[in-house]
Structures are given as structure tokens and as C-alpha cells.
RNA sequence: CGGGGUGUAGCGCAGUUUGGUAGCGCGUCUCGUUCGGGACGAGAAGGUCGCAGGUUCAAAUCCUGUCACCCCGACCA
């Protein structure tokens, strides 16, 4: 039998638990982690581990109803996966080793190993290669709302860097990637159904691009929640609307030449003892960070581990097979070497070098200069200079010896011939975007920075585990294709705290009425006055009747402290029944968002509409 | 992993310099007076001072080790 009416729930105060605090622990610092502990939502386990209350518990339910709904209405089926894995789900992927420690390990009884999982991609691919077959199956696509575990190596910031946190991640499989059925449609759909979620939420979001997979394109997109204490940078155009993470985000065209300018002057050494960092140097020599230049020094990540897998010993360079051993990345002093741009400037993947190694070739760590390119022995050194290094003048930089830089340095003087020789300098894009560089999209336009919090990532996966696991089926011509996949996450407890960090005040959480652990809070002045009594049971139960979730607050407490608390745990609704609006023939309506003004007597008869009005808006 | 900080009652803190029977505020419980924005009075309960060694007649306090937690950075498909 279907039901015909939803039902809301109401609860009592006093019988649920609620510990909210005047005070909240000295660990606290973010608005989130602070509201949330004080108005009886959470309490600390541990580093990154958290005890979600009865309230939170109603939150994360409304939030991942939400994203239920959007999932399934783009087609998706729910399911659930263990949070323990064997080990040897990883043999074919080798993620554990870009995890590294990152993975939580445990042993069982037999000694052995487990991972607690980050993440699905190899259960789901395991499974679907026991029971999947034909091209006639795909697309497809599931879902799971589930604990998450991630040995964060500095869990913070309260819910917003867990070591253990609720996740929905949905994965697709499709047998090819244009046109219906492939893997763009369903990314689009996840799009769109992403944005449908926050915007339920309530939340002030952008959808960034992030990175540009195999696939080419906008492979992912990262969902941003907009806010000032967020951990990520994300830079935006205002004119095309382009936006991307800081580490993704792509550099308008700049100009950049090592000729012309002025003459170089004299090459002078300064002593800088114990000031290797961009910023104490040039306060100590009375320049700005920007006429600064920094070298960056990556190794090339195959051929260390090859140096370490062969015990080679990299001091004896003509021992060693041939190849580009260290990349020497040049960026201003104001601006950030950027990993992926270099990976992809060098053709091959780099890692920061290895300081002992390093020291062992001669570099003077913190104190290197461009001009160390030349005493490359050999086609074991590639020179990437971003564009805005890459110009004349006098530069600040290192001296290449210990705890000397030089004034005056000059690319066309002192690195000279090897600038034009692009096996071993070439001019590239190689650091992190930030504010006020040329927008990549238009021209003119400068790219503007703000923080935000990533509460959603979707990304096209391609074949990357269904080649590394062999998921593959059998197309229409019986040939066996491997199977095309996308992955969608969203962190539903970082959702939650999010949703906090944007809507609060200095009394405490504001919530949206879609998330609300509940929509409205009945204020019952004297619980035990039966007249009022009889006003909160006959609203609570008119209000249940129309879907609305109630909590009453029949605690036999001071008003004072039942108003203080009815702030801080941020229900959007409040109607307070008290004799003085009951003598008038009604109860007080007050919204929490209204901060300002003070509560309206309504008459009881068009409380319960009022409610509904405020929860609908 | 590097740097900094903190562990004393449920929460916030003092006491540690100079070793000598464990304190304050909030909260909790009882009684009374109160009752529309964190009341008042009287009384009560609650702590192996993170843990383990050591020094000493005596350790929250001094020494050694260790663990936990927080902040900044590194890291974060």
C-alpha cells in the first residue's frame, strides 16, 4: 500500500540528544567545526574522526535524500560496496602506490593485508567483470552513499578534512564516448544532476574545470562551494566565465623574450647567510619577490627510480643510461612551480629532487640559479622558464653557492648560447596561475581568485582501470572492447559543514530548510502549562500531517536558554508558544534568517501556513 | 614529514618559574525563590594532573622517554 501523504516527524527535545555547549573546545577553530559542536551536532573522536549526533545524523539523511533523488532521476542505481577491500584488488592498478600512505592499511587475522577504502573504482570494476558481458548491458551507471577512510596526512578544519567521511560516489560504464549512451552524456547528466544537488543545498557553488584527462577536453570538473575559508583557490574570468582550480587553471598568452631591455649591469654577489626563502631574501636585499628569479629543481621520476631500482650511482654520470636526469624549472619569485605543467612541458613525469642527491652533484639547495643549466655534464639537464621569467633585465637570484645570491643577473649574459639551444632551455608554462594574470579565454580579461571548498568532483575515467583489470565486453561485431568509465563523488559530511560555513551567524548555524535536521522548532515556553502544551501538539501535528519535520523543545528550561539554543542549532523555522501570544490568540512566527527583527504574532489558525510559506521559499 | 603549540573534572582555564594534602568559571545533581534572550541563594557530586620510567622524605610542578590533539607548511585521484 502506497501511502498518499508524506508524513513529517517530530520529536522532542528532551528526548533526543542535544548537547550544545556555551563554549566550544579550544581545537575548534573553523565556523563550522565551532557551530557544529556547540549546537550538539558533532563531537571529536579523533584526528579527522567524528561522532555524528542525532541532528547532524538528519542532516547528512536530508542531504543524501537530495542527491538520491538527482541520482537515480539521471539514471543511476544505488548500491553498497564494503569499506574493507583485499589488497590484491590494487594488483593491476598499482594505486596503492599513488595513494601511499594516504591508504589505511589493516591486517585481519591471517595476516592479511586490507584497505579501508578511499574509494570504489576497483571493487566496482572487480565486480563488473564477474557479471558483466555484453555491449547490450552498457551504458550504465551506480551509485553508493557510504564511509570513506583517507589517512589525511593533517586531517583539519573540523568535517572539512576528514580521515573517515560519508561519500556518494557513482561510477558509469559505456562502450564508447560521443553520441547516446557514452560516457558525455552521462558526464553531462552528473553535471547537471550535481548542480541540481547544490543548488537544493542551497549553496553559493561554481563548477570549475580541474583536469584535462586523457580524454582531452574538460575531462573534470570540480564543484566548488564559494567561500572565503575554503582550502582551494580557484581563478575565474569575468568575462568568458571560464573558472579552474589554481593547480588546473590555464595562463593567457603572455609575451616573453630573453633579448632587448636594458644593458646588464655588474653581476653582484651578496651574502645571504641562512635565507634561502623568496621572501626573506628580497627583504633583506630591498627587492620585490617579482625581480626575483627561483629555480625549482625536479627530478625525472623514471629515471630516479631507475637510478635507486639499479643502485646507479648518479655521481658518475657516464655510468648512467642516457636521458634528461633533472629539469630545472625558472618562475618569478612571486609565482609557484607547478608540477602537472612541467610533467606535461617536459614530456615525462617529475618529482621534487632529492636534496641529498642533489648536494651530491654540487647544487647549492636554495641558493641555485639559472645559469646552473651550464654546468649540465651532458644532456642531463632541461631548463623550462615560465614566460614571465623568461625576460631581459637584472634579475635577483641565486649565486649557486651556499648562502649567496647575486644582483644584476642577466639570461643573454649568464646563461648566453644554451638559450637557444631547446634540447636544453625551453620557454614554457610551467606555474600555478593567480590573480590578475590574462585570462586564457579572452583576451584582455584577467583572471580574478577566490577560495572555495570542493564538495563534488566528476571525471572521465576512460579505460584506465578497465585496462588495468581487463573489464571489458563483447561489442556488436563479438570483438572485446574494454569498458569506458566515468567517476562522480560528492562529500556529503564536507557538504554539510560547508553548508555551515556559508550560512551562519555570530548566534549560530543558519540552515536552508532543505537540509535542515528539522524544518520547524516549536518554543514551548511552560511545558507543563497544558494550554500550551495543547498549541504545540495540535501545530506539531497539523505541520506532520503536510510533510514537515518538527522538533519541539518541551525542555523545562529558562527562555533565555531556549532562545540561545534555538539560534545556534539553526533550525529555519521557529514559532514560540508563550501565554503573552497565547492571550493575543496566537503563537510568535519568527524566521532565523531574520536576525533583525523580532517575532510576529500570528493567530494559531495560519501558524501552520506561515510555517509552510517560510520552508517553501 | 618539517616548524610551532597544548595535554589538570563534561567544556573553558589557573596552579608548573621557586616540589609540600587539587583550584576557579561554566555545566551537572538536590532544595527554595524565579521564569520572553544563557537567573539568584544554599548545598552536593565529579580529577590515577595524557601515559611510562626516574630524581626526592615528598612530583601537576624537576629529568628522560612516549602518546594524543591543534595550528602553519609539505601533501591531498
Not at 257 to 281: N, R, Y
Not at 449 to 462: D, M, N, Q, S, T
Request: proline share 6%; glycine share 10%; net charge negative.
Amino acid at each position: 500500500m502506497i501511502s498518499a501523504t508524506r508524513h513529517g516527524e517530530s520529536h522532542a527535545w528532551s528526548r533526543s540528544l542535544i548537547p550544545t555547549t556555551r563554549e566550544a573546545p579550544n581545537d575548534a577553530e573553523t565556523p563550522s567545526h565551532v557551530l557544529l559542536h556547540r549546537a550538539g551536532y558533532i563531537r571529536q573522536v579523533g584526528a579527522g574522526i567524528y561522532d555524528y549526533l542525532p541532528l547532524a545524523t538528519r542532516v547528512l539523511r536530508k542531504i543524501s535524500g537530495i542527491v538520491r533523488e538527482e541520482m537515480d532521476a539521471a539514471g543511476a542505481s544505488e548500491m553498497l560496496m564494503p569499506a574493507l577491500e583485499p589488497f590484491e584488488l590494487f594488483e593491476g592498478t598499482r594505486r596503492h602506490e599513488d595513494y601511499g600512505d594516504n591508504l589505511f592499511r589493516v591486517k585481519d587475522r591471517k595476516g592479511r593485508l586490507n584497505a579501508l577504502a578511499p574509494t570504489h573504482e576497483e571493487v566496482i570494476t572487480h565486480l563488473l567483470i564477474g557479471c558483466l558481458s555484453s555491449y547490450k548491458a552498457l551504458p550504465l551507471a551506480l551509485y553508493q552513499v557510504q564511509t570513506k577512510f583517507r589517512d589525511e596526512a593533517r586531517p583539519r578544519a573540523g568535517l572539512l578534512r576528514c580521515r573517515e567521511f560519508l561519500m556518494k560516489d557513482a561510477y558509469s560504464f559505456h562502450t564508447h564516448v560521443e553520441g547516446p549512451g557514452g560516457l558525455n552524456e552521462t558526464y553531462d547528466a552528473m553535471h547537471r544532476a550535481y548542480t541540481n544537488i547544490f543548488r537544493r543545498c542551497g549553496l553559493d557553488f561554481s563548477a570549475v574545470e580541474a583536469e584535462s584527462g586523457p580524454i582531452g577536453g574538460s575531462a573534470s570538473h570540480e564543484f566548488m562551494v564559494n567561500c572565503p575559508s575554503g582550502e582551494d583557490t580557484i581563478l575565474r574570468c569575468p568575462v568568458s566565465g571560464y573558472a579552474a582550480n589554481v593547480e588546473k587553471c590555464e595562463i593567457g598568452a603572455r609575451e616573453s623574450s630573453f633579448e632587448g631591455g636594458p644593458p646588464a649591469g655588474e653581476l653582484t654577489v651578496v651574502p645571504t647567510p641562512g635565507l634561502p626563502a623568496i621572501d626573506d631574501v628580497a627583504r633583506f636585499m630591498g627587492v620585490k619577490p617579482s625581480e626575483m628569479l627561483k629555480v625549482v629543481v625536479f627530478q625525472n621520476k623514471s629515471f630516479a627510480a631507475r637510478i635507486r631500482q639499479e643502485k646507479l650511482d648518479p655521481r658518475r654520470p657516464e655510468s648512467l643510461p642516457p636521458g634528461v636526469m633533472f629539469v630545472l624549472a625558472v618562475v618569478r619569485g612571486d609565482h609557484d612551480a607547478n608540477e602537472g605543467k612541467i610533467k606535461s612541458a617536459a614530456g615525462f613525469a617529475v618529482e621534487m629532487a632529492d636534496a641529498a642527491l642533489m648536494e651530491a652533484l654540487g647544487f647549492a639547495t636554495g641558493f641555485i640559479s639559472p645559469a646552473s643549466v651550464r654546468n649540465d655534464p651532458g644532456g642531463r639537464f632541461l631548463m623550462l622558464v615560465d614566460h614571465d621569467a623568461a625576460r631581459p633585465g637584472a634579475w635577483v637570484t641565486g649565486a649557486d653557492s651556499r648562502d649567496h645570491h647575486v644582483k644584476g643577473f642577466s639570461w643573454k649574459t649568464h646563461v648566453g648560447e644554451a638559450l637557444a639551444d631547446a634540447s636544453r632551455v625551453r620557454v614554457a608554462e610551467i606555474r600555478n596561475a593567480a590573480e590578475g594574470d590574462p585570462s586564457p579565454r579572452s583576451p584582455g580579461a584577467r583572471l580574478v581568485a577566490g577560495r572555495g571548498i570542493e564538495v563534488g568532483h566528476i571525471f572521465k575515467l576512460g579505460t584506465k582501470y578497465s585496462d588495468a583489470m581487463g573489464l571489458t565486453v563483447l561489442d556488436p561485431g563479438q570483438k572485446r572492447v574494454p569498458v569506458i568509465m566515468g567517476c562522480y563523488g560528492i562529500g556529503i559530511s564536507r557538504t554539510m559543514a560547508a553548508c555551515v560555513e556559508m550560512s551562519h551567524d555570530a548566534d549560530g548555524i543558519i540552515w536552508p530548510a532543505a537540509v535542515a535536521p528539522y524544518h520547524v522548532l516549536i518554543v514551548v515556553m511552560k511545558p507543563d502549562d497544558p494550554r500550551q502544551k495543547e498549541a504545540a501538539g495540535t501545530i506539531a501535528c497539523s505541520l506532520v500531517g503536510r510533510g514537515v519535520d518538527v522538533l519541539i523543545d518541551d525542555r523545562d528550561e529558562r527562555p533565555g536558554v531556549k532562545f540561545k539554543d534555538a539560534d545556534l542549532v539553526g533550525i529555519p523555522v521557529r514559532v514560540t508558544i508563550g501565554d503573552k501570544a497565547l492571550d493575543a490568540g496566537g503563537v510568535e512566527f519568527k524566521r532565523r534568517k531574520d536576525t533583525q527583527t523580532k517575532g510576529e504574532v500570528v493567530p494559531l489558525a495560519e501558524a501552520v501556513d506561515r510555517c509552510l510559506a517560510a520552508i517553501g521559499e
